[in-house]
């Protein structure tokens, strides 16, 4: 299993970016996929994830309304769609793969991890 994301950089307030998670080596609409992230001094959080089946998502209250996910399953691309960015939302993000079908919040459910891509907001 492989997951590397890319779309990170800087982006001013109230900007937006799009991070990808391009995926390898499992079926990838078998499984629900997440985003969490990560800020310096503080522990990982979770951001968004999407079920197998795509139907469902579920966001961090921090996050709702602003960004979104969507997929494509051809690619095996997961994406982040992120609007109206906050000095906040500043953090490193890490696409993951779920062991089960839902769109768990709990990292305990997730079993592979990219590297991460950076993702800093600031004027």
């Known amino acids: 299993v492989q997951l590397v994301e890319s779309g990170g950089g800087l982006a001013q307030p109230g900007g937006s970016l799009r991070l990808s998670c391009a995926a390898s080596?499992?079926?990838?609409?078998?499984?629900?996929m997440g985003w969490f992230r990560q800020a310096p001094g503080l522990e990982r959080e979770f951001v968004a994830a999407?079920?197998?089946?795509?139907?469902?998502?579920n966001y961090a209250d921090s996050v709702k309304g602003r960004f979104t996910l969507s997929r494509e399953i051809a690619k095996n691309t997961l994406y982040l769609h992120m609007n109206n960015l906050k000095p906040d939302d500043t953090a490193l993000y890490y696409c993951?793969?779920?062991?089960?079908?839902?769109?768990?919040?709990?990292?305990?459910?997730?079993?592979?991890w990219g590297q991460g891509t950076q993702v800093t907001v600031s004027s």
């Open positions: 080596g499992f079926t990838f609409a078998g499984y629900a």
């Open positions: 993951a793969k779920s062991k089960v079908l839902s769109a768990t919040e709990s990292a305990n459910y997730y079993d592979y």
């Open positions: 999407i079920s197998a089946a795509g139907h469902i998502e």
